[in-house]
């Protein structure tokens, strides 16, 4: 009885999580269609994910710095 019942808790807990993860990339797909996100995707679901959103605002600053760091990092390993 206990193995059935962790099994079904594990099972709802990744349903969950996956569905959040879903949920992110259909809300920052839905933003990159109507113009309002202008980042990537990845960063754009990464920010979702860890902050929400409630803000669009919040999640194109968040999104953009991500976005600025993977440059910095690219510029900074390629050789002068």
């Known amino acids: 009885m206990r193995t059935l019942l962790f099994s079904l808790s594990f099972a709802l807990t990744l349903s ?7 949920g992110a990339r259909f809300t920052c797909l839905q933003w990159k269609t109507q113009g309002q996100m ?27 710095g991500m976005d600025a760091m993977t ?6 390993a390629s050789p002068p």
């Open 38 to 64: 202008f980042s990537t995707l990845e960063s754009c679901q990464k920010c979702v994910q860890s902050q929400g959103a409630e803000s669009l605002e919040q999640i194109q600053g968040c999104a953009l």
């Open 71 to 76: 440059l910095i990092d690219l510029s900074d």
């Open 16 to 22: 969950g999580c996956s569905q959040s993860v879903l």
